[in-house]
């Protein structure tokens, strides 16, 4: 949809949010080459130096009160934007002691998304003794994986991947999962739910092939990949459904959270889009705010969507930082906008600022195709669902809606 298709919206000036994510960049190496990859430097073996990473940590010690996140919360680190583990167990080892160190007296949770191809049992026994929850990147059963997830060479990593998630299992460690969704994906729903009900992981959370950040294109802007999309979870809902317990999905379970909030209907953004929620540090300092594939991106007229770098700046008062409100008012009027236009604002709640951004080269925009697929499509066919199953409960007279157009 095009920024002026509603009235103009019109940027306030919002307080900062407590931070829930602190997503740090080890190095932006990755040791694969997947075909989706949105990240702009991962030939790069740069390394975050220690002394960066305890700038870093000594701003979040003495971020103004609230701001550093919820009270009594502990702190959630994600290591990520590359593979985290191409970097040694004794980098790690000292990092979790420099923020242990600066942070003392607060509890802190690191997590890490990997590859899985180098998890072995000295990182499960790491994994184990410092607590890291792990997500591993596993797009399903080998002929999927492997036509996206490949070496540098070219081969496909699902046998290392599995071998990396036998070892996490041997260990006895929980691990979720995350797979991307393309086009071919979206054909195979009994294959990729077969695959993954059979894998123990705690969680599967599914994004599509976004066009993001590096990923300037996707294999779903093909005019069926809505229909697609519609088919796909329609039959993941049936198999969940049918076989209850076998397979957690995140997306599925987070449209019945939304419905469950205490504040669904009057809560006016998402952790992606409010200020302070995601703060993103790159390897070398720089830092923004939002989602987090926009660390190294650029902006065509505000310009690089870093504002800040850690040695010079203050993430938690950035509002002295001269293009951080500039880049703030315009997400502020895409989800805005989104609000005015869009039916499935209350679960959505403004989307990406990162898929706005690469696909529409500014922020304050509504419909992606991240969220047509993403958002609308799964949102209608959770609701479709619920509607019928109500409807099969209710006496024959029942006056309901459970329909995103009955819900705003
Ligand atoms: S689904 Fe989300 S991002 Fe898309 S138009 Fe609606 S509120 Fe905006």
Not at 205 to 233: K, V
Request: charged share 25%.
């Amino acid at each position: 949809m095009e920024p002026d298709a509603v009235a103009p919206a019109t940027p306030s000036v919002k307080p900062l949010r407590p931070l829930e994510l602190l997503i740090v960049q080890p190095s932006p190496f990755c040791n694969l080459d997947c075909g989706y990859c949105y990240l702009h430097d991962r030939s790069d073996r740069s390394r975050m130096s220690m002394a960066t990473l305890e700038r870093l940590v000594q701003r979040v010690a003495a971020a103004p009160s609230g701001l550093a996140g919820e009270a009594g919360q502990p702190l959630c680190i994600v290591w990520h934007a590359g593979e985290p583990l191409a970097l040694p167990i004794d980098w790690y080892e000292e990092a979790f002691a420099v923020v242990a160190r600066a942070l003392a007296g607060r509890s802190v949770r690191h997590h890490m998304q990997t590859n899985a191809v180098r998890i072995d049992a000295a990182w499960c026994d790491f994994f184990h003794r410092q607590s890291v929850q792990v997500g591993v990147s596993l797009d399903g059963p080998a002929e999927l994986h492997d036509r996206w997830r490949r070496t540098r060479d070219g081969r496909g990593t699902h046998h290392q991947v599995m071998r990396g998630i036998r070892a996490l299992k041997d260990a006895g460690l929980h691990f979720h999962i995350i797979a991307v969704l393309t086009r071919d994906a979206l054909q195979m729903p009994d294959a990729i739910f077969d695959f993954f009900a059979g894998l123990d992981a705690e969680q599967v959370g599914f994004n599509i092939e976004e066009i993001e950040a590096a990923h300037t294109r996707s294999s779903l802007e093909a005019t069926d990949a809505a229909e697609l999309c519609r088919s796909f979870w329609q039959r993941m809902v049936k198999r969940v459904q049918a076989e209850p317990g076998r397979l957690h999905v995140r997306e599925l379970d987070s449209v019945l959270e939304a419905l469950r909030h205490p504040e669904f209907g009057q809560l006016d953004g998402n952790w992606q889009n409010q200020p302070g929620c995601l703060l993103n540090v790159g390897w070398q300092g720089d830092f923004c705010h939002g989602s987090p594939e926009l660390l190294g991106c650029s902006h065509p007229r505000l310009g690089p969507v870093v504002v800040g770098n850690v040695w010079r700046d203050d993430p938690f008062r950035p509002q002295s930082l001269p293009r951080w409100q500039a880049f703030q008012d315009e997400i502020d009027a895409g989800v805005q906008r989104c609000r005015q236009a869009c039916a499935h604002f209350d679960f959505c709640l403004g989307g990406a600022p990162a898929n706005k951004l690469a696909e529409h080269g500014r922020l304050d925009v509504t419909e992606t195709l991240a969220c047509r697929l993403n958002q609308k499509v799964l949102i209608d066919v959770v609701l479709e669902d619920l509607e019928r199953r109500l409807d099969a409960a209710a006496p024959p007279a029942g006056n309901h809606t459970c329909s995103v157009s009955g819900a705003r």
